[in-house]
């Protein structure tokens, strides 16, 4: 069972034009007479400023992103399986389990299911550890060359689920003992075939990079449901994915030929007329990266994921079964994240080249002040788990200015899927565990002094 996706040559032809297009939008504007030269950038900036107030500012006049629904029971809680695809995470995986296991749900209706994805280190014997302890604790291993990544190793164990629900988590996750309960009955009550709870930092106290990564976070909260509450698209983020079985298995589970099994979903969920939601609170806990040549990795990953998804799914998008606002959402989207970055690249070189005043700076208001107005809302913001970094100036600046990494990251990205084989590797987050987790217990980490 896996949903499929685009062959390594036939990604080459549309990432080439999506590349070949933006650097013409970049560099065409030069060829204009002078007073003219800054019409187009001018026109896409009122198009995509409307949707920048849209999306954030406006919800945030009309109170709509302060609304956050209660933790209501239901009189009927229905199955959950909380799923790990876990590789070499004898560092985490143990503490994970402490956690799973201490969610107040009933018993009875919850089962935890980690996926081995061939793990050389101490990953099994710490899980057989927990086995002992945990009867609820179901584990599968996979042979490390398996393949599929982690949608692989999702699809090996979705023919033995049977919950209603299965929570997708990754393995370094902290979780509120009354996450569970919250978010089913979230998910329940509205009606959605799919929330995606709050990613929040645990470690962003550690260096600049992380401080960032925090930022970055509450931005993509607040820019998610901003979209939701205009009508637009709410994206899947892998960790603290809460999935309606059988909408999973109406897209025929998760696609084995993509870098980011959770984008990929979120499309697929998307044209089969699934509705998606995103929960601000409680949020599922993570570690950031520490250092920059892993944040370099886990964002090409991320780029080349995203782009994909655009190219596989088109035709679909571009049909009857989503609706026009959210097809303007998306369009907005693809030019703020995707084609923006490629495009000023282009216009930069040009300008340079041929010793003209760069034309596509009136664009970068927006993609800058739509992500300063966003880190100020979400960091402003009541919220749960990990103090968020305070508003200062010196904070913003940090945060906007790190949000140009995407500018580089965005076009090496393209350049490589339009010229270079697709590479389909799990390129896993090293998890490292430490001090800032609070839920961690000495019987969380017993089974790391154990001689087995």
């Not at 007073?35 to 198009?47: F, H």
């Amino acid at each position: 069972m896996a949903a499929g996706g685009t062959a390594s040559g036939a990604r080459r032809l549309p990432a080439s034009l999506f590349l070949i297009g933006c650097v013409a939008a970049g560099a065409a504007p030069h060829g204009l007479p002078q007073q003219q030269g800054l019409w187009p950038a001018m026109a896409l900036t009122a198009l995509l400023g409307a949707y920048a107030l849209r999306t954030v500012f406006l919800p945030v006049w009309q109170g709509r992103l302060a609304v956050q629904p209660g933790a209501a029971a239901l009189s009927s809680w229905p199955a959950v399986d909380l799923v790990v695809a876990a590789r070499d995470e004898e560092a985490v995986i143990g503490r994970l389990v402490e956690r799973l296991a201490a969610l107040r749900y009933p018993s009875e209706l919850l089962r935890i299911w980690i996926v081995d994805d061939g793990s050389e280190d101490r990953t099994p014997e710490v899980l057989a550890s927990y086995q002992q302890r945990y009867p609820q604790l179901q584990v599968l291993r996979r042979p490390r060359d398996a393949g599929g990544g982690k949608s692989g190793a999702l699809n090996a164990v979705l023919p033995q689920l049977e919950g209603r629900w299965l929570l997708v988590l990754d393995a370094d996750a902290q979780l509120q003992p009354d996450l569970l309960e919250r978010l089913v009955s979230f998910a329940e009550q509205g009606g959605w075939s799919a929330v995606q709870l709050r990613k929040a930092v645990v470690n962003p106290d550690l260096n600049v990079l992380t401080k960032a990564q925090a930022m970055e976070m509450a931005l993509d909260a607040v820019i998610q449901q901003g979209r939701l509450h205009s009508g637009g698209v709410v994206e899947l983020r892998g960790n603290g994915q809460l999935l309606q079985r059988d909408a999973v298995l109406s897209c025929e589970g998760f696609n084995e030929q993509t870098v980011t099994d959770d984008l990929d979903l979120s499309f697929r969920l998307l044209v089969d007329q699934q509705r998606v939601a995103l929960l601000w609170d409680p949020p599922v806990q993570e570690e950031a990266v520490t250092e920059w040549r892993a944040l370099w990795r886990q964002r090409q990953r991320w780029a080349e994921g995203g782009l994909q998804r655009f190219f596989d799914y088109w035709p679909q998008l571009s049909g009857s079964a989503v609706s026009a606002g959210q097809k303007l959402d998306l369009a907005c989207f693809f030019l703020l994240q995707y084609a923006l970055p490629v495009l000023a690249v282009a216009d930069l070189l040009t300008a340079l080249v041929t010793r003209s005043a760069p034309l596509s700076w009136p664009l970068s208001f927006v993609a800058f002040g739509l992500s300063g107005g966003a880190i100020l809302v979400g960091c402003l913001r009541s919220s749960e788990g990990p103090d968020l970094p305070a508003m200062g100036p010196l904070n913003l600046a940090l945060g906007i200015a790190y949000l140009g990494h995407w500018f580089v990251v965005i076009p090496y990205t393209t350049l490589r899927m339009a010229f270079l084989p697709k590479r389909l590797v799990w390129a896993k987050t090293l998890h490292v565990g430490g001090d800032h987790d609070p839920l961690a217990s000495d019987a969380a980490l017993e089974p790391k002094a154990l001689e087995l």
